[in-house]
C-alpha cells in the first residue's frame, strides 16, 4: 500500500508506509544528562477563537488550551524519563500563548511534575508587557514571573526578552538587568539565549549584533554570578560557537544545547583529549523525538558513544526539515507529529498556527518521521495524513 504526498513542485509522489513502529520502553531518568523537552500545547479545538482574539476570551480560558490533553502529553514525556521545559517556545509563547496562559500553564505543569517526580524548569520572560516599556517595568516584569515560577517549586529559565532587546541601549543595561535578577532567585537558574532565527525580536541580544561581542558580555555575566547560574541555555544554530562557549564556562556551569541542527554531535561532546567536554540538553525536537531521545541517552549512560550516535544521527534531517526558515515555525510541525502519533485528537493551534507550514512540508515532514519509526501506531498516523491530503483536494 503506498500514499500519495505532494512533492512541492505540482507533482505527487508515491510513498509507501512502514507497518511496524519502533518500541521504546519508558524509564528512570537519565544518568549521564540532564535533558528537558520543550513540550508543546494543545488547544482547545471547540473555543469560538481568532488569532487576534484578545488574552482570555476564550469562553473564560487563556490561549484556550486543552489542559488534560496538554499535561497528558507532558506525562508522557516523564513516563520515558526526560524532564520538562515547561512555557518554552515550543509552546508557542509569545506566538498565541500569551502571559495569562503561560501562567497558569506553569502552576498545572508544576503541580503535575510533583504528583508523578517529573524533573521541570519553566519559562520566566517579560511577555506580560506591551508597547513601550522602560528598564525598570522590564524588571518588574521578570520579577513577577520569577516569583510565579518559584512560588511552584520548579527551576527557574530566564528567558531572552523582546522587551529587553527593545529598551536596552548597551551591554550595561544587560548586565543590570539580569545582575538584579540573579540577587533575586532564591536557586540557581538556567539562562536561555535565543537566536533572531528564532525570534526576529532578539536580533542584538546582549548589547550587539556582532556575536563574538556579545558572547563576551554573556560569558562575563556568567563569570560574575557563577553560584546563581544552574546552566545555560544556546539556541544560534551555531555547533562551533557553542563548544567554544562551553569551553569557557566557569566550573560548575553547564551547557544545555538548544541546537536543533546538531544536538548529537553537542551532547555527545568531545573526545578526552580534547577536554571532554559535552551539552546537556533542552530542545524542541525532543518533543516529536521524546522516547527515542531517552532511549540513544541511556545507551550513552553506559558509556557507548557510537550507540547513542547511531540511534540520534538519523533523526537529523527531520529536526532540520522542522526547523527549516522560518525558524520559528518550528512548532507547527512537533503540534503535526503529535496528532500522527495519537498524542492529540486533532492538528489545530493556539492562535491558528496550523496554518504556518505548507502542505509539502507537513507531508515531508510525515515521510521522515515514519521512516524514523516514531509514530506508536503507524496506521493511525497514516489515516490521519490521509484525512488531512483529502481536506487539501488531494486525490487518493
Known amino acids: ?130 508597547g513601550p516599556v522602560s528598564l525598570d517595568s522590564v524588571r518588574a516584569a521578570y520579577e ?43 536557586e540557581p537558574v538556567i539562562l536561555h539565549w535565543l537566536g533572531p532565527m528564532f525570534d526576529p525580536a532578539l536580533e542584538g541580544y546582549w548589547g550587539s549584533t556582532d556575536l563574538d561581542e556579545a558572547t563576551s558580555v554573556f560569558l562575563d555575566l556568567i563569570a560574575a554570578n557563577p553560584d546563581k547560574i544552574d546552566g545555560i541555555k544556546v539556541s544560534l544554530l551555531d555547533a562551533q560557537r557553542e563548544v567554544d562557549l562551553r569551553r569557557r564556562l566557569p566550573q560548575g556551569v553547564r551547557c544545555y544545547t538548544g541546537d536543533d541542527f546538531n544536538y548529537p554531535e553537542l551532547i555527545a561532546g568531545e573526545e578526552p583529549s580534547a577536554g571532554g567536554r559535552f551539552s546537556h540538553a533542552l530542545l524542541g525536537i525532543f518533543d516529536p523525538l521524546g522516547p527515542l531521545a531517552a532511549e540513544a541517552v541511556r545507551v550513552l549512560d553506559t558509556g557507548d558513544a557510537d550507540g547513542f550516535r547511531t540511534l540520534l544521527d538519523p533523526t537529523v534531517d527531520l529536526s532540520r526539515h522542522l526547523f527549516q526558515p522560518p525558524t520559528r515555525f518550528y512548532k507547527t510541525g512537533v503540534v503535526f507529529l503529535a496528532w500522527l502519533s495519537g498524542h492529540q485528537s486533532h492538528f489545530s493551534m493556539v492562535g491558528g498556527l496550523q496554518s504556518a507550514r505548507s502542505l509539502p512540508h507537513l507531508a515531508r515532514a510525515y515521510e521522515l518521521a515514519d521512516g524514523l519509526g516514531l509514530f506508536p501506531d503507524p496506521a493511525l498516523a497514516e489515516s490521519r495524513m490521509k484525512s488531512l491530503l483529502t481536506v487539501y483536494g488531494v486525490p487518493r
Open 144 to 186: 513577577e514571573q520569577l516569583a510565579l515560577v518559584e512560588s511552584t517549586g520548579a527551576q527557574a529559565i530566564l528567558m531572552a526578552s523582546r522587551a529587553l532587546a527593545a529598551t536596552a541601549r548597551s551591554c550595561d543595561d544587560y548586565h543590570s538587568v539580569y545582575s538584579h535578577l540573579l540577587r533575586q532567585a532564591s
Open 1 to 130: 500500500m503506498t500514499i500519495r504526498l505532494p512533492a512541492g513542485d505540482g507533482t505527487l509522489r508515491a510513498y509507501a508506509p512502514r507497518t511496524e513502529p519502533l518500541h521504546f520502553t519508558p524509564g528512570a531518568p537519565l544518568t549521564s544528562r540532564t535533558v528537558f523537552s520543550a513540550a508543546h500545547v494543545v488547544a482547545d479545538p471547540y473555543a469560538d477563537t481568532t488569532p487576534d482574539s484578545p488574552p482570555g476570551s476564550a469562553g473564560g480560558t487563556p490561549s484556550a488550551v486543552d489542559w488534560d490533553a496538554t499535561l497528558a502529553f507532558r506525562r508522557h514525556l516523564w513516563s520515558h524519563g526526560l524532564g520538562v521545559a515547561e512555557a518554552m517556545d515550543t509552546a508557542q509563547r509569545g506566538m498565541g500563548l500569551d502571559w495569562a496562559g503561560a501562567a497558569e500553564l506553569i502552576r498545572r505543569s508544576a503541580a503535575e511534575a510533583k504528583a508523578v517526580g517529573g524533573a521541570i524548569a519553566c519559562g520566566v520572560g517579560t511577555d506580560q508587557l506591551t
